[in-house]
Each structure stands twice: as structure tokens, then as C-alpha cells.
């Protein structure tokens, strides 16, 4: 993909998610255009700890990812992580005058080793792994969730789901797994006063922030504005009540 088409700089960036009882950990890279970053969070349940880091550096090897293989190298966070198969759900939908593509995959199980000073963790736990690109329009605004969880009949349930980006009634990046098997809910809307999502059919997810991250970015021609938040979630995915949720809300306001 050329750095510029439709009269747009191209988007692309790999979100990968962990969610664990213990710690829930994000990793990503992203780039606009000729500008790069890559940035990590990480939420120790446990403690209520949380370090992040963003780094702007060109060619930064802090986060890589290669394949199904996740390193972090960073101050203070250490990680080796591998992930697993898992059945995508894939989109290409209109931005503007361009064109966006992402390949999700949520509830891909995720094992290896994450270590903090003081701490070292051996996961074996499911998460997210988002991959996109696109000629996005000047100015792109959402709200996106994932997360993992288990019903109470024993179910695997997983979703990813999006208000703003990639969500046209048919044919969106939205999925719901149900022991691995993703299907396409119609069209969600977020609720900002009380972080929940409503879903349709009477159906809604409730989210208790329990860690928070924000970044505000200003470099005249590209301007972002993003809030990232881990928490369980409760409520209900195509008939099966959440026993127990684990993932993230993202708000992301960007003029690129």
C-alpha cells in the first residue's frame, strides 16, 4: 500500500490484548503516514499497578512483532509472548473518499512470560489481535471495545466491537465468538455516561474500569486524542450471560 491514496495518508497499526485474571497487557504499533510509534500497557490486577510507556523513535525495537511472536523490551516491562490460532473476522469498509481494512481476532489464546522488577508472570490466557490499514478519512472518531470472557453454562465467548470505524450495518468488523465460532451483531451503541455498550435485542454490556490510560498528541498537521481503559465486563453476548469478562474500552479521536 503507497503512503498516500484517495487523498489520504495511510493508517496501519497491530493491537495485540492480553486478559488474564492476574494482569491484562497491550502492545502496539501504529503507523500515520512517514511518522511511527509503538506503546505498551500493563495492568497488575493484584497490586493495581500500572506501567505504560510510548516511544516515538523511528525505527524503536521496544515492541516487535513478528508473525505470531510478541516481544517487549522495554524500561521497566519485559515480555515474550506467543499467539495461537484463532478463526478472523475480516473487513474492508469506506472511510470518506478512501478505504479502510482490519482483521480481528478475539478470544486467540496468548502464552509465554511477562516480567515487571520484582515480578515475573507465566500466562496462558486468550486476548485480542487487531490488525489495520486503510486510507481513513482527515478526521476519524470511535469508541472500541474487546474483551474475553466465559458464560455460565461453560461457554468460551469473545468479542470485538466498534461505534465510528469499520461498522456499516452488514458486513463490519464487528464479531461475537461463541467457542470460537464468530458471528456479526448488528450495529452497536456505546453509552459514555455509564460505559456500557448497547447491543440490540435487549441485550448490553457493562463495563468497571479498573485501570486507565490516556495520551494526547499534537503534531500540527496529525492531532490524536485516545483513552484506554482495562475492566471486567458483565452482561450478555447472543443468549449467554457473562459469568465472567475480561478486555478493554478505547475512545480515539484522530485528525491524520
Known sequence: MPLRSAGQNRKCWRYVGLFDEQLMLCAARAEVGPMAQSFWVLFDRGSGRQLAHTA???????????????????????????????EPVESICPSGSGWSWTRKRAGVPIEGTVEIPGRRWQVSARGIDDESAGYHQRHTSWRWSAGVGRSATGQALAWNLVEGVNDPAENSERGIWVDGDPSEPPPVRFDGDREGIELGDGERLEFSAESAHARDD???????????????????????????????????????
Not at 525495537?61 to 519485559?78: F, H, Q, S
Not at 458483565?234 to 479521536?253: C, I, K, N, P, Y
Open 56 to 86: 516515538l523513535r523511528p525505527g524503536s525495537r521496544e515492541v516487535t512483532m513478528d508473525g505470531p511472536a510478541l516481544e517487549i523490551d522495554g524500561r521497566g516491562l519485559r515480555a515474550s509472548l506467543r499467539l495461537g490460532e484463532c
Open 218 to 256: 499534537n503534531y500540527l498537521l496529525f492531532r490524536s486524542r485516545y483513552r484506554h481503559s482495562f475492566g471486567s465486563f458483565t452482561g450478555s453476548l447472543r443468549g449467554h450471560e457473562l459469568a465472567q469478562g475480561l478486555g478493554v474500552m478505547e475512545r480515539h479521536d484522530a485528525v491524520w
